[in-house]
């Protein structure tokens, strides 16, 4: 534990040297969190590495072997079940755990928030765990809550273009090396397709995934629908963010070849007519919302916002009701890291105010 600050709240940060980790270290400095105490932690194999904060050195420790006691919130970045394993074990020793897995976000007793989407949740955290939103859900949910809002949100269809990065460091690298051994075998081959280049073979997204794209992402539940359990996160994560049980959502997710920043297309029904016009004027004043003429994958990279476009009538919906419209976002900022640390600053005002 290292001393930050006079007062604060003492952070902790579970699965600091990975990918999410090392941004979320990144916006703690950047957005000013106002930390007294700070610790890193991680698995055994990343223990005893040093990594600096602000002019710090911090020792990263092994959770195994930790002491949970002192710290006021920790961030989790460190996988489902990292996070079955130890969110109940920090939780029970004071902490209020924000999670960036999949493993909590469907309990009735914890909070799946995005910051700027529907904070009040954080009101009451019965388990003493907060859930982060899957990245495509965060990316739509500040763009969809306030024309829920505004309109009546009635069906939802996404088809998501997810970056490499989404699948962590071995799908970058699978990308890296796939990219490279294409370049080495010449362009012309690439015209061509089929299996004109000699690809590695794919180590992490199912398929090569350089210069394709593959309608695969997750594994096949086994409930009779033949969608990816990435699919049904974003319909059952928006219905309880948006505070809406009953809504129809259907969702495609694949995996395309770029390295950073998901994009959705989207399709929203609602119960109240609504022109682009109107859509744009209340988007414009939505937080954490840009609107672009053309939202792409690098426009979106190391940015904050939710950047919408292409927004028109969706001419398969009778009347006036419904809306067609593309969004990107940066998977690993907003995605995972920024809300996160977003979060952290309502549990701070909500809960540790009197160490502020």
């Known amino acids: ?17 990975g990918q999410v980790g090392m941004v979320m270290r990144r916006v703690l400095d950047e957005r000013d969190f106002p930390i007294k105490d700070l610790r890193f932690l991680a698995s055994a ?73 529907n904070p009040d949740d954080l009101d009451e955290i019965p388990a003493g765990i907060v859930a982060n939103p899957n990245c495509t859900t965060m990316a739509i949910m500040p763009v969809l809550k ?13 088809s998501s273009y997810q970056a490499v990065s989404g699948a962590g460091r071995a799908g970058v690298e699978q990308l890296m090396n796939e990219a ?4 080495e075998q010449g362009a012309d081959k690439l015209v061509f397709g089929g ?10 997204v ?5 210069f394709n794209e593959v309608p695969m992402i997750g594994d096949i539940v086994d409930d009779g ?45 609602f119960e109240q007519d609504v022109t682009p016009d109107q859509a744009r004027e209340v988007l414009g004043e939505a937080p954490a919302v840009e609107l672009v003429d053309i939202p792409t994958a690098q426009l979106a990279a190391g940015k904050t916002p939710s950047f919408v476009g292409r927004i028109r009538q969706d001419q398969a919906v009778d009347g006036n009701k419904g809306l067609a419209f593309f969004v990107t976002n940066d998977n690993l900022r907003k995605g995972a890291a920024l809300n996160a640390v977003e979060l952290a600053e309502v549990v701070a005002q909500k809960h540790f105010a009197d160490q502020l």
């Open 1 to 17: 534990m290292v001393q930050i600050n006079e007062r604060g709240v003492n952070v902790a940060v579970l699965g600091a040297t």
């Open 45 to 117: 194999r990343s223990a005893g590495q040093t990594l600096n904060w602000r002019g710090h050195d911090i020792t990263v420790e092994d959770v195994a072997t930790a002491d949970l006691s002192g710290i006021d919130i920790a961030i989790f970045s460190a996988g489902g079940g990292t996070s079955k394993q130890w969110a109940p074990k920090f939780a029970e020793a004071g902490a209020i755990v924000i999670d960036n897995s999949s493993q909590w976000r469907l309990h009735d007793d914890v909070p799946l928030v995005v910051a700027e989407v």
């Open 146 to 158: 306030p024309l829920a809002d505004a309109f009546g949100l009635k069906r939802l269809i996404v």
């Open 180 to 183: 490279k051994a294409a370049v």
């Open 195 to 204: 299996d004109a280049i000699d690809f590695p073979e794919p180590t992490k």
């Open 206 to 210: 199912a398929r090569t995934i350089a």
């Open 225 to 269: 629908s033949e969608e990816t359990d990435e699919e049904q996160k974003l319909r059952n994560e928006s219905r309880k963010i948006l505070h809406l049980p009953d809504l129809k959502a259907s969702c495609t997710c694949v995996r395309v070849g770029v390295f950073t920043s998901h994009g959705m297309s989207v399709n929203a029904e």
